[in-house]
């Protein structure tokens, strides 16, 4: 299974990234429209895609491995990041009609 982490702030994506479940060539639509983004191997940071400006990149991943969008100008390792704190959640959440968190264990 291939899955994307997004974090958000004021309506813009800030940091996206894909884990890929196989090998795959996989085709991402730009979540910057219109401004260019690299795309970078997670653990090494090496470049799969280098300033790319298309609204869709495509890149050959490989399975198991994080890869990095990242917009151009604005590199992670540059932005702060605060610590997430809080307390444990004891009831679920909802939005609308989608539950968020605390599923009911099968029995």
């Known amino acids: 299974m291939t899955k ?12 996206v990234v894909i884990e890929s479940g196989t090998s795959q060539l996989l085709r991402v639509r730009n979540p910057w429209r219109g401004q260019p983004m690299d795309v970078l191997v997670g653990k090494t940071g090496a470049k799969v895609v280098d300033d790319a400006t298309g609204p869709v990149v495509s890149f050959r991943a490989a399975a198991g491995t994080g890869y990095l969008l990242e917009r151009v100008g604005f590199a992670v390792s540059n932005q702060r990041f605060a610590p997430v704190g809080g307390t444990p959640a ?5 939005l609308g009609p ?6 009911r264990s099968a029995r």
């Open 4 to 15: 994307v982490d997004v974090q958000v702030r004021n309506g813009v994506p800030t940091t």
């Open 90 to 94: 004891i009831s679920a959440k909802k």
């Open 98 to 103: 989608v539950q968020l968190g605390l599923f």
